[in-house]
């Protein structure tokens, strides 16, 4: 089997390999929007109940639907950077608008000044904005590696520059956002927003302006967003590598989602919660360089298993871990951390092959497309964590209250709280496994299909 970057390709940018502020000044981009995934994940659904007493099912819906919105704006970006693309020879301009418009929108997420039923609706339709911001930086954002590098072995450390990013946004949205909301009130989360929007407009622009020279190369058709699914559904590797990053994200999310209840219900609160997820953040961070090491060693599918079980241990572990107290609990969160690292190294390293993959096969450059895809499957993924955690609680029956009406919790809705967090999303986690499995026997079988083995360095 032939690997599918081409052995020409890879010689060519071996001799022109990318810098370090090329990787790292496209790579910072994802400490933002990562930043922008963890704080809705851990802090939007406890600001409506116990901040804005919005009852937690309609909590759980106001921060799904408007993911679920991404799931069918998302391919449609997509398509529109390729048009982009095709025309200017850039992804620019959506980069741009994402990165100004997303900050000011996740602010006013934030600053309700109502309560109840009536902030509901305000959170939802700021956080639709933003949500839609987002996806308008995200989706060209991603395309760009498959541009920027030819051979799998530069794309996997342009994967390894953004992980390590994307790790670091979750020492600013997991340890700064509980921090700065530790009162709790409608005020802390007003000014936590603040202080963060600044970070993300900052962060947002650098790669915007630093891959301002990269080359988008088009076809000299750009596909109707149809025929761009049509072709995407025949990259069977990517479809089977979405398929495992949707089931990744809902469960992991999960375990994201719980953690600020765990923190207020069995460990002491936002400290304790700061405290673990920046152990979490640091160590994921840590093991970043290692995993793309093991990577270029042993495989992006054989990373991408290990990050899995790592995960689904840990879960097992905090599960026991919660009842422990913090100490325990902070320890117990090394072993996901890892498996994050692990895990999202080989997951978006496999993704330029995949789209890499597609240009070959088609002769049409449709990364845009396949990039808005993904992030639409991303999103969703984003969106059903949470949503299947608060399942868990209503189905407990946990209570939403204000801080002016503090409400005990039953010991069935304290189990819910504490399973939903651990145990269960790990257990879940385990039907991504046969789907890897199927990836590496579709890219073996398959002549031209992406190569499952090291990338050559």
Known sequence: MTNSVGSAGADAVDRQRLSVGRKAGWGVGALASNAFNTLPGLLLLIYMTDALGVPAALAGVVVAVPKLFDLVASPWVGAASDREAARTGRRRRLMAAGAVVLPFAFVITFSSPVRGDAAALWVFAAFLAASAAYLCFQVPYTALPAEMAESTAERTRLMTWRTLFFTLGMLVGGVAGPLLTEKGTPAAYRTMAVIIGVVLLVVLLIPVFTTRDVRSRPSEGVSSLRAAFRTARGNKPFVLLS??????????????????????????????????????????????????????????????????????????????????????????????????????????????DCIKYQAERTGQDSAGVLSGVWTAVDTAGHALGPLCYTLVLTLSGYASSTLDHPVGQSSAALEGIRLGFSALPALLLLTALPLVLRYRRVVTALPDAPDPRPADM
């Open 243 to 352: 398929a495992i990053l949707f089931v990744y994200f809902v469960f992991t999310v999960m375990v994201l989602t719980g953690l600020p209840y765990v923190a207020t219900y069995f460990l002491g609160g936002k400290k304790e919660q700061a405290g673990v997820f920046l152990v979490f953040a640091l160590s994921s961070t840590l093991a970043v360089p290692v995993a793309g090491a093991l990577a270029r060693r042993f495989g992006n599918i054989a990373l991408l298993v290990a990050g899995l079980l790592l995960w689904t241990l840990g879960g097992f572990v905090l599960y026991v871990a919660v009842d422990i107290g913090t100490g325990a609990t902070i320890a117990a969160s090394v072993l996901p951390a890892f498996g994050q690292a692990a895990g999202l190294v080989a997951m978006y390293a496999l993704l330029t």
